[in-house]
Each structure stands twice: as structure tokens, then as C-alpha cells.
């Protein structure tokens, strides 16, 4: 036996079957957003995960907080934001160390502001920082995270209930963190709508100051590869999406779809299988395992609407989704649909758009 | 070198199906293969071997048949295969399989050598958390590089590694020291095909299998069910909308109608996304 390694033990009662919450986890309150500040720029999902806080915290009746972690002098737009966007308390930490993310400073500095401060709830964003991130703070703390959920809520004795798509997007499950805080989860952006902005809201900062020295640090940053603006995918943020699934039938097919989004100036992606053939990358795939949309309109050309498939277009005001099995599933949650042949219906769509636009477009614009 | 590379065993989840009354999963003769995010760092794992010398050794924590996955690895080219199973393990969640796993490198360290690297997948595709990584690495108090695009150097001697990380609007560049824990990003390589020597001795070759004393597993009630903090308190299908989708009529009709038709629907729909085209189209 390996009698080196030493676990804070976690009690002797089966975490399933106990329901009082330890007497020291009884001070941990709040709610606590991770503010995903990245060269300047928070990720949007931080504050949709913040009008999704607001509500959690509103039924537990206690205070939404923002945490800012940053360069110094760097995070007063983003702290102004968060009260803007909801939060009534916000928690900065400006370091030097902190200025990019890297693994070792933001765990520290997270960690360290956990265990001070003691939040009952932490979300993070389920972005490449997010998730990064949060398997580290989780296992530091020895608490419970609940990945990628797609929705977020408190239950009748104030325990975090979050749902996510299990075995592989087939079904929905309900997660738990009952014994052990704070309770955290992460939600991938476009799951939740951006709150309102309140301009001139604010609220009360608390800054504390964490010891990072560079010397202690490992991992260095030595560049920054700006992604080209060229053919990046971004559709989580797209206004209108065209996506096409197996019923396309070959890559060749597959192009239809593009040649539609073309006309309508809009993102083109697919549906997990076709990834899997190759017709896309992954950057383009739609659904639990790819990106989440929240298009004006999506169209939806031969994809059958798995729960995985599912999950990831639901936020879209409008699902227009074409088949040919009358019977799938994808018309349980579409709002228009077209039981026919996607590649013959693509072709006449997309002309059909193309003079509609280019006619109203020569018009004088007298509306 | 001594690299371990973490996989695991999942149903292709493409082929899982719910049973459309009982709304419960069909798990019979549904294949398994192993997590694809994962061949990209075994793949990785073996060409810093063919490079610089030295061994693979694959782990895996699941049921006695995820072996198969583990003799599919050395027919790749892995040295060295190490199956953890044990009753003890069912339900874990990902804290509770981390450590696990993080307790089998130790074992598997003291047998064969310190790593220098363990790669883990970037994800599974049952799961799909990106937990288990980061977490082996806490516990095995480990650098962490996460979403590896490319590893743009590698120099044991110095024992340090300098690789490209997928970052929100660009792509970071990190050095860091030796052993450290990285996840590759999906299409980062191409699994190779394994020669027919890998193949013979991957068909021929024992399986190590350890059991949760035989691994050295310090504290049971922190493995499985029991050592997980999350709790899945129901799993249900998700309740269809209240009404279907509304039919364009098709019968009939030429796909110009019908095209037609549904651009009437969507102007109807979203009155206001027609007129933002126009402006679209017309460049404002």
C-alpha cells in the first residue's frame, strides 16, 4: 500500500444517501461567476452565465458576484460590466502574473479567493480557459463539477440542480453536489440568452491581493498567434445558420449548404457525423459535443435532431428543419418543417432567396 | 522516456439508441472503441518515443472488457498496456476517476519509471466533461497544457517542452518543465496504422490487470459511487415542445413553390430578419 499520499478524507457516510450539508461547508454563501477576461476581452458567455447567476441567486436570496482575475489596471471595464450585466458584489485580483491565462496563477488565485471567501455556487464558462480551469479549482477543492450543462437551477432546500445531456446527448441527467462547496458547474456559451444591460448599476468591489511571483510560476507564455480573420467559424454568434446532416448524402451535397449560406450571409456547419466523414471540421460541427447556436434562424437540411444534435440549436428564435422521415425527431422541436429531399430543396431555396434579395435589393429602399 | 498516455474505453456513441417507450438506453450490442480525443494523443505519445526513445505505457480504469481498447493500443505501437479494474470503481464520477487514475501512475511509475509526460485525451465522447485531465494533474501535482495544438519543441535533455495551446482568438505559445500532463486537440495528427510486428505482439501480448489493492488504491470510500461528489438525481428524455413543427404543404408542388412557400413562413416568423438582409446584401 501507498501510505505516502494523503486525501483529506471526504467522511464516512455515502455522499449519495447523506443530505445535511457538513457544519463547516454550513458558511459557504453566494453565488460567484468567473469572469473570463482574456487580453482585454470577456468572453460573452461569462455574462450570459451571469443572467443565469442572477436568477439562482435571486431564489436563494443571497448576492451575485463577479470575479476578475487580470493584469494590473486591466480589469476596471470588465468589473463595471459585471454590475451592468447583474453581479452585486464583485471580487478582483490584479497581479501581475494574471495578465494571460495560464494554469498555476488563475488556479492559485481562484482557489485562494474560494477558500476566503466561500461561495455555496461557482460557474465558469465551458470554453478551452473555463473547463481548463475549473477541472483544476474542482480537484484542489475536492468538490463536485457538472460540465457543459444546459440549464441551471436551485431546488426546494437551495442544493444547485444542473442538467446536462448524458450518454452522448441521447438523454438529459440531473446533477448534484450535495455534500461538498462550493457546488460548480460550467455552461458553454449560447446555452443561456445575454441578460439585459443596466447601465450605471454597480456594486460594491472587494480586492484582494494574491502573492504570484513570476520566479514561482513554470509555465511561461512566450507568444500570442492571433487567429486570421479568414473562414473562422463563428457559430455561436451567427445571426442565421444553415447546417446539413447525413440525409445530404455525400460531400459533394454538402455543399449546398454553403451555397445557401452564401446567398443569406450566413454560418454553414453540420451535424456530429459528418465530422466524422470528413464533409466538415470539427470547428463547424453543431450540437452537444460542438457548438451551441442561438441563431434569428436556423435551417436544418437532412439531420435528424438527436437529443446531442438537439441541445446545441434549441436557443434559435426560429428552426426551419427539412427531412425526408416525416418521423424525425428533428420536428419535435422545429417550428417550420419540410418533409422532403434536402438536396432537392436546397437548390430552389437558395435561388428562391437569391432573387428575392437581389429584387428587393435594386429597389429603391422606399420602406 | 517514459510517456503514459490515459484512454478509455466508450460506446460509439453514434450507434446508442433509447428505447422509444421505456425511454431507457439500449445498451445491447452497442460497440465500444476508444475515445477518439484520445487516439490524437496516443498518436502524439508514440512519436515523441519513435523520436527520442523510450516507452508508452497505456492505462485504463474500467470494466474487465476494456482491454480490447488496450490491446488495440499496442497493436498501434504502445510498449506497455495496464488495465485498472475493480467493482469499487462503478459510478465514479470524474473527481473520484482521477483518483483513481492518478493512484494507478504512481503504481505504474514505481514499476517502470517516472514519467515525463502523460497525455490524456482532450475530452471523452460519453462524457464530455475535460475533467479528468486537469484533475490527474492536480493530484499528481503536475504541469498542465491543455488543447495542444503542436508541440513545437521537445527537448528531454533540458526537460523542457515548448507547444501551441488553442486559446479564445488565437493560439498561446507555452514552455514549460518536464513532467507535465498534456491533452491533445482533435486533428492534430493521424493515428498511424501500426505495423504487422505491432499487430502480432498486440494480439499475443498479456494485458496487466490490477485490481484496486493490486494498484495500491490507498482509501476505497474515495473510489467510485462513494468518492464522488456529484450525484445524478434523475435522468430523463427531454419532454417534446407542446406542438410539432407546422408542415409546409409538399404534395404536388415544385420545389420553386415550395421554396416559396417557406420564405413566406420565415418573413412571417421573423418579419424583421428580411429587411437586415437587404441591408446585409446591400453592404451597410
Not at chain 1, 26 to 47: D, M
Not at chain 1, 216 to 236: H, Q, W
Not at chain 2, 3 to 31: E, L, W, Y
Given at each position: 500500500m501507498n501510505d505516502k499520499a494523503q486525501q483529506p478524507a471526504a467522511g464516512n457516510s455515502r455522499a449519495n444517501t447523506k443530505k445535511a450539508l457538513p457544519e463547516h461547508l454550513k458558511s459557504y454563501k453566494h453565488v460567484w461567476v468567473s469572469v473570463e477576461l482574456e487580453r482585454g476581452v470577456v468572453h460573452p458567455v461569462s455574462w450570459e452565465l451571469m443572467g443565469e447567476g442572477r436568477k439562482l441567486a435571486d431564489k436563494l436570496k443571497v448576492d451575485l458576484a463577479g470575479v476578475v482575475l487580470g493584469a494590473p489596471g486591466g480589469t476596471a471595464a470588465a468589473v463595471a460590466d459585471c454590475f451592468a450585466y447583474g453581479a452585486d458584489v464583485c471580487y478582483v485580483v490584479e497581479n501581475p502574473a494574471l495578465e494571460d491565462y495560464r494554469n498555476e496563477p488563475y488556479t492559485a488565485a481562484m482557489t485562494e479567493l474560494v477558500n476566503k471567501y466561500q461561495p455555496e455556487i461557482l460557474l465558469l464558462g465551458a470554453t478551452n480557459l473555463g473547463r481548463d480551469l475549473a477541472g483544476s479549482v474542482a480537484t484542489t477543492l475536492?468538490?463536485?463539477?457538472?460540465?457543459?450543462?444546459?440549464?441551471?437551477?436551485?431546488?426546494a432546500d437551495g442544493s444547485l440542480a444542473a442538467t446536462r445531456p448524458t450518454f452522448g446527448g441521447s438523454l438529459l441527467c440531473t446533477i448534484y453536489t450535495l455534500n461538498y462547496r462550493p457546488q460548480m458547474a460550467t455552461m458553454r456559451p449560447r446555452v443561456a440568452p445575454m441578460p439585459l444591460y443596466q447601465s450605471?448599476?454597480?456594486?460594491?468591489?472587494?480586492?484582494?491581493?494574491?502573492?504570484?511571483?513570476?520566479?514561482?510560476?513554470?509555465?511561461?507564455?512566450l507568444s500570442f498567434l492571433p487567429d486570421g480573420t479568414t473562414d473562422k467559424a463563428n457559430l455561436p454568434y451567427a445571426d442565421i445558420v444553415v447546417a446539413g446532416g447525413l440525409g445530404m448524402q455525400n460531400a459533394d451535397n454538402y455543399q449546398?449548404?454553403?451555397?445557401?449560406?452564401?446567398?443569406?450571409?450566413?454560418?454553414?456547419?453540420?451535424?456530429?457525423?459528418?465530422?466524422?466523414?470528413?464533409?466538415?471540421?470539427?470547428?463547424?460541427?453543431?450540437?452537444?459535443?460542438?457548438?451551441?447556436?442561438?441563431?434569428?434562424?436556423?435551417?436544418?437540411?437532412?439531420?435528424?435532431?438527436a437529443i446531442q444534435h438537439r441541445v446545441g440549436v434549441e436557443g434559435a428564435d426560429l428552426i426551419v428543419a427539412i427531412n425526408t422521415d416525416k418521423n424525425a425527431p428533428i420536428f419535435d422541436f422545429a417550428h417550420v418543417g419540410i418533409v422532403a429531399d434536402a438536396t432537392k430543396v436546397l437548390p430552389a431555396l437558395t435561388e428562391a432567396f437569391r432573387k428575392r434579395l437581389s429584387i428587393a435589393a435594386a429597389r429603391p429602399a422606399a420602406e | 522516456m517514459h510517456i503514459v498516455v490515459c484512454i478509455k474505453q466508450v460506446p460509439d456513441s453514434a450507434q446508442i439508441r433509447v428505447h422509444p417507450v421505456t425511454n431507457t438506453i439500449m445498451r445491447q450490442g452497442v460497440p465500444t472503441i476508444i475515445n477518439p480525443y484520445d487516439l490524437f494523443s496516443l498518436e502524439e505519445a508514440l512519436r515523441l518515443r519513435d523520436k527520442h526513445g523510450?516507452?508508452?505505457?497505456?492505462?485504463?480504469?474500467?470494466?474487465?472488457?476494456?482491454?480490447?481498447?488496450?490491446?488495440?493500443?499496442?497493436?498501434?505501437?504502445?510498449?506497455?498496456?495496464?488495465?485498472?479494474?475493480?467493482?469499487?470503481?462503478?459510478?465514479?464520477?470524474?473527481?473520484?476517476?482521477?483518483?483513481?487514475?492518478?493512484?494507478?501512475?504512481?503504481?505504474?511509475?514505481?514499476?517502470?519509471?517516472?514519467?515525463?509526460?502523460?497525455?490524456?485525451?482532450?475530452q471523452t465522447i460519453d462524457g464530455d466533461t475535460a475533467q479528468v485531465g486537469p484533475g490527474i494533474a492536480k493530484r499528481l501535482n503536475l504541469l498542465q497544457l491543455t488543447y495542444v495544438a503542436k508541440i513545437e519543441n521537445f527537448d528531454?535533455?533540458?526537460?523542457?517542452?515548448?507547444?501551441?495551446?488553442?486559446?479564445?482568438?488565437?493560439?498561446?505559445?507555452?514552455?514549460?518543465?518536464?513532467?507535465?500532463?498534456?491533452?491533445?486537440?482533435?486533428?492534430?495528427?493521424?493515428?498511424?496504422?501500426?505495423?504487422?510486428?505491432?499487430?502480432?505482439?498486440?494480439?499475443?501480448?498479456?494485458?496487466?490487470?490490477?485490481?484496486?489493492?493490486?494498484?495500491?488504491?490507498?482509501?476505497?470510500?474515495?473510489?467510485?459511487?462513494?468518492?464522488?461528489?456529484?450525484?445524478?438525481?434523475?435522468?430523463?428524455?427531454?419532454?417534446?415542445?407542446?406542438?410539432?413543427?407546422?408542415?409546409?404543404?409538399?404534395?404536388?408542388?415544385?420545389?420553386?413553390?415550395?421554396?416559396?412557400?417557406?420564405?413566406?413562413?420565415?418573413?412571417?416568423?421573423?418579419?424583421?430578419?428580411?429587411?437586415?438582409?437587404?441591408?446585409?446584401?446591400?453592404?451597410?
Amino acid at each position: 500500500m501507498n501510505d505516502k499520499a494523503q486525501q483529506p478524507a471526504a467522511g464516512n457516510s455515502r455522499a449519495n444517501t447523506k443530505k445535511a450539508l457538513p457544519e463547516h461547508l454550513k458558511s459557504y454563501k453566494h453565488v460567484w461567476v468567473s469572469v473570463e477576461l482574456e487580453r482585454g476581452v470577456v468572453h460573452p458567455v461569462s455574462w450570459e452565465l451571469m443572467g443565469e447567476g442572477r436568477k439562482l441567486a435571486d431564489k436563494l436570496k443571497v448576492d451575485l458576484a463577479g470575479v476578475v482575475l487580470g493584469a494590473p489596471g486591466g480589469t476596471a471595464a470588465a468589473v463595471a460590466d459585471c454590475f451592468a450585466y447583474g453581479a452585486d458584489v464583485c471580487y478582483v485580483v490584479e497581479n501581475p502574473a494574471l495578465e494571460d491565462y495560464r494554469n498555476e496563477p488563475y488556479t492559485a488565485a481562484m482557489t485562494e479567493l474560494v477558500n476566503k471567501y466561500q461561495p455555496e455556487i461557482l460557474l465558469l464558462g465551458a470554453t478551452n480557459l473555463g473547463r481548463d480551469l475549473a477541472g483544476s479549482v474542482a480537484t484542489t477543492l475536492l468538490t463536485g463539477l457538472t460540465a457543459d450543462c444546459t440549464e441551471l437551477d436551485v431546488d426546494a432546500d437551495g442544493s444547485l440542480a444542473a442538467t446536462r445531456p448524458t450518454f452522448g446527448g441521447s438523454l438529459l441527467c440531473t446533477i448534484y453536489t450535495l455534500n461538498y462547496r462550493p457546488q460548480m458547474a460550467t455552461m458553454r456559451p449560447r446555452v443561456a440568452p445575454m441578460p439585459l444591460y443596466q447601465s450605471g448599476r454597480t456594486g460594491r468591489i472587494i480586492r484582494h491581493d494574491v502573492s504570484l511571483p513570476e520566479d514561482d510560476i513554470i509555465t511561461k507564455v512566450l507568444s500570442f498567434l492571433p487567429d486570421g480573420t479568414t473562414d473562422k467559424a463563428n457559430l455561436p454568434y451567427a445571426d442565421i445558420v444553415v447546417a446539413g446532416g447525413l440525409g445530404m448524402q455525400n460531400a459533394d451535397n454538402y455543399q449546398l449548404v454553403r451555397e445557401l449560406a452564401a446567398v443569406l450571409g450566413a454560418e454553414w456547419g453540420g451535424s456530429r457525423p459528418l465530422v466524422q466523414k470528413g464533409w466538415i471540421t470539427s470547428d463547424r460541427q453543431i450540437g452537444q459535443t460542438g457548438k451551441t447556436i442561438r441563431p434569428r434562424l436556423y435551417i436544418a437540411a437532412g439531420i435528424s435532431g438527436a437529443i446531442q444534435h438537439r441541445v446545441g440549436v434549441e436557443g434559435a428564435d426560429l428552426i426551419v428543419a427539412i427531412n425526408t422521415d416525416k418521423n424525425a425527431p428533428i420536428f419535435d422541436f422545429a417550428h417550420v418543417g419540410i418533409v422532403a429531399d434536402a438536396t432537392k430543396v436546397l437548390p430552389a431555396l437558395t435561388e428562391a432567396f437569391r432573387k428575392r434579395l437581389s429584387i428587393a435589393a435594386a429597389r429603391p429602399a422606399a420602406e | 522516456m517514459h510517456i503514459v498516455v490515459c484512454i478509455k474505453q466508450v460506446p460509439d456513441s453514434a450507434q446508442i439508441r433509447v428505447h422509444p417507450v421505456t425511454n431507457t438506453i439500449m445498451r445491447q450490442g452497442v460497440p465500444t472503441i476508444i475515445n477518439p480525443y484520445d487516439l490524437f494523443s496516443l498518436e502524439e505519445a508514440l512519436r515523441l518515443r519513435d523520436k527520442h526513445g523510450g516507452e508508452v505505457t497505456v492505462v485504463t480504469m474500467g470494466p474487465p472488457m476494456a482491454d480490447a481498447s488496450l490491446r488495440k493500443c499496442l497493436t498501434f505501437g504502445a510498449d506497455r498496456a495496464v488495465l485498472l479494474t475493480d467493482r469499487f470503481f462503478a459510478g465514479s464520477d470524474t473527481l473520484a476517476t482521477s483518483y483513481a487514475l492518478a493512484f494507478l501512475i504512481k503504481k505504474v511509475s514505481e514499476k517502470w519509471g517516472e514519467p515525463d509526460i502523460i497525455f490524456c485525451g482532450k475530452q471523452t465522447i460519453d462524457g464530455d466533461t475535460a475533467q479528468v485531465g486537469p484533475g490527474i494533474a492536480k493530484r499528481l501535482n503536475l504541469l498542465q497544457l491543455t488543447y495542444v495544438a503542436k508541440i513545437e519543441n521537445f527537448d528531454l535533455a533540458a526537460r523542457e517542452i515548448t507547444i501551441q495551446r488553442r486559446a479564445e482568438g488565437g493560439i498561446q505559445v507555452l514552455k514549460t518543465k518536464l513532467p507535465c500532463l498534456l491533452t491533445m486537440l482533435e486533428g492534430t495528427n493521424d493515428m498511424r496504422r501500426g505495423s504487422i510486428e505491432d499487430a502480432l505482439r498486440g494480439a499475443r501480448s498479456e494485458i496487466v490487470t490490477w485490481s484496486a489493492a493490486e494498484a495500491g488504491i490507498p482509501d476505497l470510500t474515495l473510489c467510485g459511487l462513494r468518492g464522488s461528489p456529484t450525484i445524478v438525481k434523475k435522468v430523463f428524455a427531454p419532454t417534446a415542445r407542446a406542438e410539432k413543427a407546422q408542415q409546409i404543404e409538399v404534395s404536388d408542388k415544385s420545389m420553386a413553390d415550395i421554396s416559396e412557400a417557406l420564405i413566406t413562413e420565415i418573413s412571417q416568423r421573423q418579419p424583421g430578419l428580411e429587411q437586415d438582409l437587404l441591408k446585409a446584401v446591400a453592404g451597410y
